[in-house]
Every structure is written in C-alpha cells, then in structure tokens.
C-alpha cells in the first residue's frame, strides 16, 4: 500500500530564505508526482508535475526533484516571500489512478 | 478559458440526508476525480471519471456515487450522511492525452460540508 509523508509538518522561515520541502513515498511503482499549494479554505494550485521517467521540473523559483528509486522528491523554493504562505501537499499517481497524497507541509515566510 | 467550479461553496445538511455536489470542469477536459479533504489532512481518493465511466474508486462504501455527463461536468452523491462526511469535497479535472494515469490534475476551490 502506498503511504506519502511529508516533512516537516510546519515550517516558518525569514522572507528572502531558500528552502527546501521533503515529500517521501513507499512504492516506486508511480506514474507521476505533482506538488500543490493550498492555502486556507481553498482549493489546491497544481504548481509542478513530474512523470516518472523525468528528474527534475522548474517553474519560477521553484524547482522540484524526483528520485523514484529513493522513493523521494524535493520541492525548493528559492527567494521566499511572504506570498508563499501556504500549505504545500505532494501527491504520487499510481497504476489504479489514484492520487496518493501527504498531509502537507504548512509554511510560513515571516516579513 | 474557465477553470474547475464547484456549487455550492458551503452547505449544511444533518445526519441521515442526502446531499449533491457539482463540478465543472475545465474546458476541453475529459477526466474528472473528487477527493474528500479532512481538516488538517491530505485529500482522500473517492473515485474517478473517464468518459463518463467510473474507471477508478478508493476506500469509500457505495453510498457515494458519482456521475459525469456529456459535457463533462460531474456529480458526487453522497446518502445517508454520517456526521464523519463533514470535509472538503474537491474535484479536479483532466485532460487524459496519453491516457488517465499520465495527466496533470487542475482543481476547483471546493464544496465545504458540514454535518450535523
């Protein structure tokens, strides 16, 4: 069975500081792993999707990273501001077409 | 070019009723999946639509049931409401180019329920 966890569960940082946000999986077997963010009372953002053959997506000053063998991926926010306030889940997409999801990491930039 | 919605944004219903919540899908999309969201928690796999055939369902018993239409927007039923279907309830539509497992995921803000 599948399990998806994320650490840390919070996070706060000075605005302006790189950061990096963990997401781990138990079973290689993914099609794909996309990161999102929600922020409160909303729905989610898709922000990157990464498919299983590829490593790395970029997007801004984000940039995620997939290790499938490590059953790990990596979102790295660089140049925080105080608009990344959010919470930010990974998902992992299996063979039965699920969404496999972490319970997120909330984060705080603080001005 | 319209995103996902989702009506109604809130509702209130007690324990023992039935509810209905609707999606729209993004233009042009085929695929459709809702997710219940605990708070606190990462969203919970329901079921998903592909052409408007159930072609994937996770751990939740038959009285949730689903529709999609035609035009691809979508229904999630729920009946005999426990007070534990108190969520979130998202839908995220797709387009399923290479086939439903490949294809990025695009959500709506979501339905809060509330049972009491």
């Known amino acids: 069975k599948q399990e998806v966890t994320q650490i840390p569960a919070a996070l706060s940082v000075p605005e302006g500081e790189n950061l990096v946000l963990n997401c781990s999986f138990t079973d290689s077997a993914i099609y794909n792993l996309q990161w999102f963010r929600q922020d409160p009372g909303k729905g989610l953002t898709s922000l990157l999707l990464i498919q299983s053959s590829q490593r790395e997506q970029t997007s801004g000053r984000l940039n995620a990273s997939l290790d499938k063998s490590s059953g790990r991926s990596t979102l790295y926010i660089a140049a925080s501001q105080p608009g990344d306030s959010a919470t930010y889940l990974c998902?992992?997409?299996?063979?039965?077409?699920?969404?496999?999801w972490g319970a997120g990491t909330k984060l705080i930039i603080k001005p | 070019e319209t995103g996902v919605t989702q009506s109604p944004t809130h509702l209130i219903k007690t324990r023992g009723q039935q509810v209905t919540l609707r999606c729209s899908s993004q233009s042009g999309h085929n695929t459709v999946s809702w997710y219940q969201q605990a708070l606190g928690q990462g969203p919970q796999f329901i079921f998903q639509?592909?052409?408007?055939?159930?072609?994937g369902r996770g751990n939740f018993p038959p009285r949730f049931s689903g529709l999609q239409f035609p035009n691809y927007s979508s229904e999630l039923n729920v009946n005999a409401l426990e007070l534990d279907d108190s969520a979130l309830y998202l839908c995220a539509s797709s387009l399923a180019k290479q086939g439903p497992r490949y294809n990025e995921q695009f959500f709506g803000p979501g339905t809060r329920l509330t049972v009491l």
């Open positions: 998902a992992v997409r299996n063979g039965n077409y699920q969404l496999i």
């Open positions: 639509y592909y052409r408007e055939e159930e072609n």
